[in-house]
C-alpha cells in the first residue's frame, strides 16, 4: 500500500469521522516572501537605467533579471539545478564580456540578476550531490557574480565592486555548504534509524521462525509415534506441519527482505496478544498522575480480526509510539485510541490527542522526528500505511492501517464495540481526524 493511497483508504473507513481537515505542515520556503526583495532590486534597476540611459543596450539587466529570476523559481523536477546554474553563469559571462569587448558603459549591471545568481549559487553547493560538479559550477557562478560590475566600464568606483561581491560570494558558498552538511547529517541519522530497525526486526522474525521450526519439530516426532498405533491422526498433524512451514517460510521472506541494503522497511516486537497489550499500555498512560488520560476503544470485528506475530507486533509499536509523544509534545490531554475494520479488510488505528493548553518546547537533543521515521519503516515490512499530522484545532493525528489473515472476518463486518470495551465515542473536539495527505519530510530549502 503506497502513501497516495491512504486518502481513499482513510474515506472509505467504516466509521465516519468528524474532524476537521488536518493541516499540511510543509517546511518548504515559500518564494512569495522573497517577492517584495526581488521586486525592490528590480525597481532600483528600473530607476538607475531610467535616469542614466544612453541606448538601447542600457535596458539589458531588466530582461537579464527576469530572467535570472524565472531560474531560480523553476522547480527541479522541471530543470535540474545543474542545468539552470549552468546555463544561467553561461548567459551572465557572455553578456559581461560582449558589453566589454565592445566597449559599452552600461549604467548599472543588474542587481535583481546578481541576487538570483547569488540564491542559485547558494542551492548549488547544497544540491548538486557530484562534489568536482559542484565546485566546477560554483567557481563559474562566482566568476560571473564578481564580474558583473565590469559591464559598467570599470573605471573609478565600480573597480571596487568585484572585491565587495567577493564576500556575497563567499557567504552564498558558505551558506550552501553548511545545508549541505545539515542534510548530509540528516541522511545519515535517517540511514542509522532503519539499519537499527531492520536488525531488531531481525532478531524479531528469528524469533518466530524459531517458535515455527520448533512447533514443526514436534509434531513431526509426535506424527512417527503414533503412525501405526493411530494412523488417523496423522492427517491433522500433516496439515499442521503444512501450514506452521508455510508460516515459516513467510517470515524467511521477510527477514530477507529487510536485511537486503535496499530493503529499508520496518516491523517490530513482541506481543502474542496485541489488544491485551494495548489495555495495559493504555491503562499505564492514564495511571502516571500528570493529568494524561487515554481512552481505548476495540471494535468485535477487530478483535476478531486475525493478525500475524508481526501485524501485532506493529500495531502494538504504533499506539505505543504515539501516546509517547503525547506525554512528551501535550502532556496533560486527553489521547483517544480507536481500533477498527474498514470495508478494504484492512485493520485501522486512530490515535487522536487534543491540542496542549500551552505549548511544549521541544527537549534539546531530542529524536527531532526521527521515530516517525523508524515507525513507518516497521508499519511498511508488514504491508502497511502509516500517516500523522497536525489537527485543525491544534491537536494531532496518528493514522495506521494494516493488513489482516486471510481468517479473518469478512468484509462489510459489524464496527460496533464489544460490551465493555468501548468507550463513549468522542465527537467535537474529541473526533478523530479525517486522513488525506501524508506530510513528508521536505529536504528543499529549510535546514531542520
Same mark, same amino acid.
Given at each position: 500500500?503506497?502513501?497516495?493511497?491512504?486518502?481513499?483508504?482513510?474515506?472509505?473507513?467504516?466509521?465516519?469521522?468528524?474532524?476537521?481537515?488536518?493541516?499540511?505542515?510543509?517546511?518548504?520556503?515559500?518564494?512569495?516572501?522573497?517577492?517584495?526583495?526581488?521586486?525592490?532590486?528590480?525597481?532600483?534597476?528600473?530607476?538607475?537605467?531610467?535616469?542614466?540611459?544612453?541606448?538601447?543596450?542600457?535596458?539589458?539587466?531588466?530582461?537579464?533579471?527576469?530572467?535570472?529570476?524565472?531560474?531560480?523559481?523553476?522547480?527541479?523536477?522541471?530543470?535540474?539545478?545543474?542545468?539552470?546554474?549552468?546555463?544561467?553563469?553561461?548567459?551572465?559571462?557572455?553578456?559581461?564580456?560582449?558589453?566589454?569587448?565592445?566597449?559599452?558603459?552600461?549604467?548599472?549591471?543588474?542587481?535583481?540578476?546578481?541576487?538570483?545568481?547569488?540564491?542559485?549559487?547558494?542551492?548549488?553547493?547544497?544540491?548538486?550531490?557530484?562534489?568536482?560538479?559542484?565546485?566546477?559550477?560554483?567557481?563559474?557562478?562566482?566568476?560571473?557574480?564578481?564580474?558583473?560590475?565590469?559591464?559598467?566600464?570599470?573605471?573609478?568606483?565600480?573597480?571596487?565592486?568585484?572585491?565587495?561581491?567577493?564576500?556575497?560570494?563567499?557567504?552564498?558558498?558558505?551558506?550552501?555548504?553548511?545545508? &549541505? *552538511?545539515? /542534510?548530509?547529517? #540528516? %541522511?545519515?541519522?535517517?540511514?542509522?534509524?532503519?539499519?537499527? $530497525?531492520? =536488525?531488531? !526486526?531481525? @532478531?524479531?522474525?528469528?524469533?518466530?521462525?524459531?517458535?515455527?521450526?520448533?512447533?514443526?519439530?514436534?509434531?513431526?516426532?509426535?506424527?512417527?509415534?503414533?503412525?501405526?498405533?493411530?494412523?488417523?491422526?496423522?492427517?491433522?498433524?500433516?496439515?499442521?506441519?503444512?501450514?506452521?512451514?508455510? &508460516? *515459516?517460510? /513467510?517470515?524467511? #521472506? %521477510?527477514?530477507?527482505?529487510?536485511?537486503?541494503?535496499?530493503? $529499508?522497511? =520496518?516491523? !517490530?516486537? @513482541?506481543?502474542?496478544?496485541?489488544?491485551?497489550?494495548?489495555?495495559?499500555?493504555?491503562?499505564?498512560?492514564?495511571?502516571?498522575?500528570?493529568?494524561?488520560?487515554?481512552?481505548?476503544?476495540?471494535?468485535?470485528?477487530?478483535?476478531?480480526?486475525?493478525?500475524?506475530?508481526?501485524?501485532?507486533?506493529?500495531?502494538?509499536?504504533?499506539?505505543?509510539?504515539?501516546?509517547?509523544?503525547?506525554?512528551?509534545?501535550?502532556?496533560?490531554?486527553?489521547?483517544?485510541?480507536?481500533?477498527?475494520?474498514?470495508?478494504?479488510?484492512?485493520?485501522?488505528?486512530?490515535?487522536?490527542?487534543?491540542?496542549?493548553?500551552?505549548?511544549?518546547?521541544?527537549?534539546?537533543?531530542?529524536?527531532?522526528?526521527?521515530?516517525?521515521?523508524?515507525?513507518?519503516?516497521?508499519?511498511?515490512?508488514?504491508?502497511?500505511?502509516?500517516?500523522?499530522?497536525?489537527?485543525?484545532?491544534?491537536?494531532?493525528?496518528?493514522?495506521?492501517?494494516?493488513?489482516?489473515?486471510?481468517?479473518?472476518?469478512?468484509?462489510?463486518?459489524?464496527?460496533?464495540?464489544?460490551?465493555?470495551?468501548?468507550?463513549?465515542?468522542?465527537?467535537?473536539?474529541?473526533?478523530?481526524?479525517?486522513?488525506?495527505?501524508?506530510?513528508?519530510?521536505?529536504?528543499?530549502?529549510?535546514?531542520?
Amino acid at each position: 500500500m503506497t502513501p497516495s493511497s491512504l486518502a481513499a483508504l482513510s474515506a472509505r473507513a467504516t466509521q465516519p469521522h468528524h474532524h476537521g481537515r488536518p493541516r499540511s505542515r510543509a517546511r518548504r520556503l515559500d518564494h512569495r516572501a522573497l517577492y517584495p526583495a526581488l521586486g525592490v532590486l528590480w525597481l532600483l534597476d528600473v530607476g538607475i537605467i531610467v535616469s542614466q540611459q544612453r541606448g538601447f543596450l542600457d535596458w539589458l539587466p531588466l530582461v537579464t533579471g527576469p530572467v535570472a529570476l524565472a531560474l531560480v523559481l523553476v522547480p527541479d523536477e522541471r530543470l535540474s539545478i545543474t542545468w539552470r546554474t549552468g546555463f544561467c553563469a553561461a548567459v551572465s559571462t557572455a553578456v559581461t564580456l560582449g558589453t566589454s569587448l565592445m566597449g559599452w558603459a552600461m549604467p548599472e549591471w543588474g542587481l535583481l540578476e546578481t541576487a538570483c545568481m547569488l540564491v542559485l549559487l547558494a542551492r548549488t553547493c547544497r544540491d548538486v550531490a557530484r562534489p568536482r560538479v559542484a565546485l566546477a559550477l560554483a567557481a563559474a557562478m562566482g566568476a560571473s557574480v564578481i564580474d558583473e560590475p565590469l559591464r559598467t566600464g570599470g573605471t573609478g568606483i565600480t573597480l571596487t565592486y568585484p572585491f565587495l561581491l567577493t564576500f556575497a560570494v563567499g557567504g552564498a558558498v558558505g551558506a550552501g555548504c553548511y545545508l &549541505r *552538511t545539515l /542534510d548530509a547529517r #540528516r %541522511r545519515r541519522t535517517i540511514a542509522a534509524v532503519r539499519l537499527a $530497525e531492520r =536488525i531488531q !526486526l531481525a @532478531r524479531e522474525l528469528h524469533d518466530f521462525v524459531a517458535h515455527h521450526v520448533t512447533g514443526i519439530i514436534a509434531q513431526a516426532h509426535a506424527a512417527g509415534v503414533i503412525h501405526e498405533s493411530a494412523p488417523q491422526q496423522v492427517g491433522p498433524i500433516l496439515g499442521n506441519i503444512a501450514e506452521a512451514g508455510q &508460516r *515459516t517460510m /513467510d517470515s524467511m #521472506r %521477510r527477514l530477507i527482505k529487510v536485511l537486503r541494503e535496499d530493503g $529499508e522497511q =520496518i516491523s !517490530l516486537e @513482541r506481543p502474542e496478544e496485541p489488544y491485551a497489550e494495548l489495555t495495559k499500555l493504555v491503562s499505564e498512560f492514564s495511571g502516571q498522575g500528570d493529568g494524561s488520560t487515554a481512552q481505548l476503544e476495540i471494535t468485535g470485528a477487530a478483535r476478531r480480526s486475525a493478525l500475524l506475530p508481526e501485524v501485532g507486533s506493529a500495531v502494538h509499536r504504533v499506539v505505543q509510539e504515539a501516546l509517547t509523544n503525547v506525554r512528551r509534545h501535550a502532556p496533560g490531554t486527553q489521547a483517544t485510541v480507536r481500533v477498527h475494520r474498514t470495508r478494504d479488510d484492512l485493520l485501522r488505528i486512530d490515535v487522536y490527542n487534543e491540542g496542549p493548553e500551552r505549548r511544549v518546547s521541544r527537549p534539546t537533543g531530542g529524536r527531532g522526528g526521527y521515530g516517525l521515521i523508524g515507525l513507518r519503516e516497521r508499519v511498511e515490512t508488514v504491508g502497511g500505511s502509516l500517516a500523522a499530522g497536525p489537527a485543525d484545532d491544534g491537536g494531532w493525528w496518528v493514522i495506521a492501517h494494516f493488513p489482516v489473515a486471510p481468517t479473518a472476518v469478512p468484509s462489510g463486518a459489524e464496527e460496533t464495540a464489544e460490551p465493555g470495551q468501548a468507550s463513549r465515542r468522542p465527537s467535537g473536539r474529541h473526533a478523530k481526524p479525517n486522513a488525506h495527505a501524508e506530510p513528508e519530510p521536505d529536504m528543499s530549502w529549510d535546514a531542520s
